[in-house]
């Protein structure tokens, strides 16, 4: 009966919905929620129980195809699925995963996203899909009496819940929290919940970011049971005198009751502790419940707390603390405030303990002040995605991006875009890194329509809310952010004048919000910028008017000449720059060097810390057979539609935290110390001005024309051991330093008695040209122009022309010398290259090649020789720069010195095949067999750049999955004497003129001697 009256009951909604022609609530953008608690602080309740672990589950491409009494207690769900919560669907093998950069992948009809899309949208089939989710669960007999609620950490994109057949309320935005209060819907005993989400709600419209497209249960569930009076949210207040010498603590708690309670006679109470659990205060601070509530509205209370003219009066509880530790990233100091409700009887009924940071933030003619002290931002922007399971981030990756975060010199993250699981923040709070925390709300694929539409002010005020209220109580936020690339318009004034009211200790941020001439809204605090130029020149071919630059330069502003302008006077940040896709990160150290250079400079966030590459997994394959268990995939790769291809493989570290060399420069530049070397003294110079010099060993080595000064950890940190290696620097005290090297090295060499110029034939018939590299993902660029020119003029197919064809001439002392004269020809030009080659008796070979570029060539990517051995030689030995391979623009990190490695180790495995494995300044390079039998190849009259690895450029030109490469029967070693440096130009400026190939007249000269 009760059956049947339900189901009356949803078809009656249904036929009123269809007779009003009313859209659905997840098609509505004045319908955020039904039911939903208010945004609250996150804490953990006493009596919790958790929601996670199997479901039972049934996916459909469309909401229609779900059975319309799903969520009855005596539904028969035996046929659906055990599903994991928290679970992504798509990760587990339930609808396509999608890659999107930015535009919707939907068809766009705010705020519907039911409408047919192209047909090779992978939505025409996949409308909307929808997931819907059945377990039973049993509130604990201790919970009598007690309100009991549940709560959702995240949810993608909307979902219905029921409890016992009962519709308890709706909630959109997928990476906010939804709490639900579930009394009125419990029985005793067993009760049952179900959800139906969808992936796609109106709430998409502003979720339009450049990250996988997948829907499911994000985050934990939980239910909590409190009593009916309670404290529902609080915050916390660290607020410190001039001298930074003594604080206020101010505590904001917020009751709610239920039913007939009034709150007389209950108090709330607080207590702060230091990290050793010592009580810091003299007395427990208290407050009336009935006061702090005043459901009478009493006016005397009233005028006091929230007056007609003015402010309100903000906070309930206060103390002064004097001499505090204070909270910052170098020394994230946390006491631990302890909150209390007390019955009429005395007796505690509910306790709340938080971690407590005593900061102050300020900005100051330009400058940010952490505690007084000027800081910068050496940042990064992280996405929570994890190769095998999506956007469900476990606490161990969590704290595995941390350490490694911390250990590279990082220091700030930025939550792109939209606010991250609870657990991250505290884990910033204990580990020590400045968060800016950004709002869910990115329109991409509408530009900046939405931002001055009234109708949507609601969805902005929403997400910015339940963000700003969760979070507001960590001391590692410092700065909110109210969204990204969503245009800007009076929705954003509205919310950045919210956040400014409501939290005045910090700052707001929002790239979007630019005005002409960098006359930036007044509502953001700072001026941010999307990868920004230095000023340098840029590599500007094909440009003839000095005074002009292409599209991939001009777009990008100059950082530092908005600091240096004086119409303004607030900080100025990059908040995405040095875009590391694939084998990127070029000039650096410049972006940083302008960084240094000017007061008003404030930082800026990498993009982004890890590659968001998709391991195939066994559920994965059998849902997509033709992908291989363990390739790394990326967009397009399950026939996904629309997608962006490989631009989500941009990681400083790999997808499973895989350190990188990328990582490796930017410890070196993000290093808080830097050595300057002054009148022949090197000193060693804090660029982070919140650390002490005192913390670190500072040790300084002299070998081979170079002093080497390292700064290693005098003592255990929370993120690292004593003696690791925080900053190194290397100087130059020989000009001449490889002539050094080399006159060092002994070896016994082959000795030939005699010599045919047959032996010159075949070492030249193992030589080819190197003026072609596979294009790394910088190559490719922005709007693919060096990679394509290069193609356009065929530099990765030249064609080679005798010029004058290989003599060989036998000299007075038995040895052989050849010359050769080949064109290298491109579509518009040509390198003409003047081989001359010398056999000695011994069987060193001495090669030299001047290489004249003439026409009209594009850039050049490298200029030299190949040399191609057999794959016998694996065994490596250098001295130039490693450990990890960089590049005229990439080389920071890397020390010149002595290094021992195999060529199957010397390309690095990015998931898109590339260019990789180069060193500079190379004074000899070794390749031998397992007999140490081989090669020595060493500079003659200048250090070289060298790579030797296992693949062809034409391989690594042609695969496009890293899993596709096979080593070859064969060694490629390359030898150049110019390289292209890097850039940034995958999305950003292109590579700096100084760090390009001057299109004139090259040498190389270097000798090949054989070891025994």
């Known amino acids: 009966m009760i059956k049947n009256i339900l189901l009356l009951g949803s078809l009656l909604t249904t036929l009123s919905a269809m007779a009003d022609n009313r859209p659905h609530d997840w098609e509505n953008q004045h319908v955020l929620q039904i039911n939903r608690e208010p945004a609250s ?27 319309g009494d799903f969520y009855l207690p005596d539904y028969d769900d035996r046929s659906w699925d055990d599903f994991q919560v928290p679970g992504d669907w798509e990760m587990n093998g339930y609808g396509t995963p999608i890659y999107s950069s930015s535009g919707y992948t939907f068809k766009i009809n705010p705020p519907y996203v039911m409408g047919e899309p192209k047909k090779t949208y992978t939505a025409y089939i996949e409308r909307n899909p929808t997931g819907c989710y059945r377990r039973t669960f049993t509130v604990p007999d201790s919970w009598k009496g007690q309100e009991v609620y549940i709560r959702f950490g995240a949810v993608s994109s909307a979902f219905y819940v029921w409890v016992n057949g009962q519709q308890v309320g709706y909630s959109q935005g997928s990476m906010e929290p939804s709490t639900f209060r579930l009394t009125p819907y419990l029985q005793a005993g067993t009760n049952h919940i179900a959800l139906q989400v969808f992936k796609y709600s109106d709430g998409s419209y502003l979720e339009d970011q450049d990250m996988w497209r997948i829907a499911g249960i ?6 909590y049971a409190l009593p009916t009076i309670h404290i529902s949210d609080f915050g916390v207040r660290t607020l410190l005198d001039d001298r930074f010498d003594e604080a206020q603590l101010v505590i904001d708690p917020k009751l709610t009751v239920i039913g007939d309670q009034r709150g007389e006679d209950y108090q709330v109470e607080a207590m702060l502790y230091d990290a050793q659990g010592q009580q810091v205060l003299n007395s427990v601070l208290t407050a009336d419940a009935a006061t702090i509530l005043n459901l009478d509205h009493k006016a005397a209370i009233m005028n006091d707390r929230n007056p007609q003219r003015g402010y309100p009066k903000w906070g309930w509880l206060s ?5 505090p530790h204070l909270w910052s990233a170098e020394k994230p100091y946390l006491y631990q405030l302890t909150l209390m409700l007390r019955d009429p009887q005395g007796q505690i009924i509910q306790t709340i303990r938080t971690k407590v940071g005593f900061r102050q933030l300020a900005i100051k003619d330009g400058v940010l002040l952490v505690n007084g002290i000027p800081t ?3 940042g990064v922007n992280r996405h929570e995605m994890d190769p095998y399971t999506g956007h469900v981030i476990s606490e161990e990756r969590m704290i595995q991006d941390l350490l490694l975060m911390k250990r590279a010199n990082v220091n700030a993250v930025r939550t792109c875009h939209y606010p991250n699981a609870e657990r991250w923040y505290e884990l910033c709070d204990s580990l020590g890194i400045y968060v800016m925390d950004e709002v869910d709300l990115e329109e991409h694929g509408l530009r900046g329509l939405l931002a001055s539409d009234p109708s949507w002010a609601a969805a902005w005020m929403d997400r910015t809310q339940r963000a700003v209220i969760r979070d507001r109580n960590h001391p590692c936020v410092i700065f909110w952010s109210l969204g990204n690339e969503a245009g800007w318009g009076s929705n954003f004034a509205m919310t950045a004048a919210w956040i400014h009211e409501y939290d005045p200790t910090r700052f707001v941020h929002y790239e979007g919000a630019q005005g002409p001439e960098h006359k930036d809204p007044s509502y953001v605090d700072v001026i941010s910028r999307f990868y920004p130029r230095t000023q340098d020149e840029y590599l500007n071919p094909g440009v003839k008017d000095n005074n002009m630059e292409r599209p991939e330069n001009a777009r990008w502003e100059r950082l530092l000449s908005i600091a240096r302008e004086t119409t303004d006077n607030r900080p100025v940040l990059t908040s995405e720059y040095a875009h590391v896709m694939g084998n990127a990160l070029g000039n650096f150290q410049e972006y940083w060097d302008e960084i240094y250079s000017h007061p008003r400079m404030l930082g800026g966030f990498i993009w982004e810390w890890a590659d968001e590459g998709i391991i195939i ?18 967009g397009g790769d399950f026939k996904d539609a629309p997608n962006l291809k490989a631009f989500c493989i941009k990681g400083v570290v790999s997808s499973t935290r895989e350190t990188t060399p990328k990582y490796e420069e930017v410890k070196a530049v993000y290093a808080p110390i830097a050595f300057i070397q002054e009148g022949g003294k090197i000193k060693a110079v804090p660029r982070d001005l919140h650390i002490s010099l005192d913390d670190y060993a500072i040790e300084t080595v002299q070998k081979d024309g170079f002093t080497t000064v390292t700064a290693r950890l005098k003592n255990k940190t929370l993120w690292a051991e004593a003696g690791y290696v925080v900053a190194t620097r290397q100087f130059v005290t020989n000009d001449n330093w490889y002539k050094n090297v080399l006159g060092s090295l002994k070896t016994k060499t082959q000795k030939r008695t005699s010599l045919d110029e047959e032996q010159l034939k075949q070492f030249f018939a193992m030589v080819r040209p190197h003026f072609f590299r596979a294009p790394t993902d910088n190559d490719k660029g922005f709007g693919n122009w060096i990679a394509k020119d290069w193609k356009n003029q065929g530099l990765d197919q030249m064609r080679d022309s005798v010029v004058t064809p290989l003599t060989i001439i036998r000299q007075s002392d038995g040895s052989f010398k050849g010359h050769c004269v080949m064109d290298y020809k491109a579509l518009n030009g040509k390198i003409r290259t003047d081989y001359q080659i010398t056999l000695f008796p011994d069987g060193t070979v001495d090669f030299g090649a001047s290489y004249t570029p003439e026409g009209q060539l594009p850039p050049l990517p490298c200029m030299g020789n190949t040399f191609v051995l057999p794959k016998e030689y694996q065994q490596l030995e250098y001295y130039g720069r490693g450990p990890w391979d960089n590049y005229p623009d990439r080389k920071v990190s890397c020390p010149v010195g002595k290094y021992v490695s195999k060529v199957s180790e010397q390309y690095f495995h990015y998931p898109r095949p590339q260019y990789s494995g180069n060193h500079e300044e190379t004074a000899y390079v070794e390749l031998r067999n397992s007999k140490r039998q081989g090669w020595r190849i060493q500079c003659v009259e200048k250090p070289f750049s060298f790579t030797a690895v296992p693949y062809s450029t034409e391989q690594l030109y042609a695969a496009a999955h890293d899993m596709e490469l096979k080593e070859e029967p ?3 070693l390359s030898i150049d004497c110019a390289v292209l440096g890097l850039g940034n130009s995958s999305c950003g400026p292109g590579v700096l003129t100084k760090y390009a190939i001057p299109q004139e007249p090259h040498t190389l000269h270097i000798r090949f001697v054989p070891i025994k």
Not at 617 to 633: A, E, N, Q, W
């Open 617 to 634: 997994t066994d559920k994965l394959h059998k849902r997509f057979p033709f992908l291989p268990v363990g390739m790394t995939v990326y």
């Open 319 to 323: 103390a002064t603390v004097r001499h």
């Open 970 to 972: 064969n060694v490629f």
């Open 41 to 67: 602080a996150y804490f953990k309740p006493e009596n919790s129980l958790s929601l996670n672990g199997m479901w039972k589950f049934r996916w459909t491409q469309t909401p229609d195809e779900q059975t």
């Open 376 to 378: 910068r931002l050496r």
């Open 218 to 223: 994000h985050r934990d569930v939980m239910l």
